[in-house]
Nanobody, 124 residues
């Protein structure tokens, strides 16, 4: 399967906004819950947000709750992460991928592996 392709990253000042996009594998994307993860400099990859295949359920990491919004368009095989009120600690490479059905915080290899990610840099 083709790996996800993330886009939309960039450099913004604290308090700014960005919207990331994730193009998932065609034909299978709509069948899976999808999550966003991030890896900051010198840190391990961490869970950010996830959404069920039908969009009725969402889950957010504590550090982004009330600031980030995850959504998806199955017709376009694409997931989105709207990031508001960005903080310097949000600086990271952001990745998307399938997540486990019984634990949205954990990556699932259903999409064939990690993509290249997209860099988000927030300056103070």
């Amino acid at each position: 399967q083709a790996q996800p392709v993330e886009s939309g990253g960039g450099s913004v000042q604290a308090g700014g906004s960005l919207t990331l996009s994730c193009q998932g594998p065609l034909k299978i994307f709509a069948s899976y819950a999808v999550g966003w993860f991030r890896q900051g400099p010198g840190l391990e990859r961490e869970f950010v947000a996830a959404i069920s295949w039908h969009s009725r359920n969402t889950l957010y990491g504590d550090s982004v709750k009330d600031r980030f919004v995850i959504s998806r368009d199955n017709g376009k095989d694409t997931a989105y992460l709207q990031m508001n009120d960005l903080k310097p600690e949000d600086t990271a490479v952001y990745y998307c991928n399938a997540v486990k059905r019984n634990n949205y915080r954990e990556y699932s290899p259903d999409f064939g592996g990690w993509g290249q990610g997209t860099q988000v840099t927030v300056s103070s």
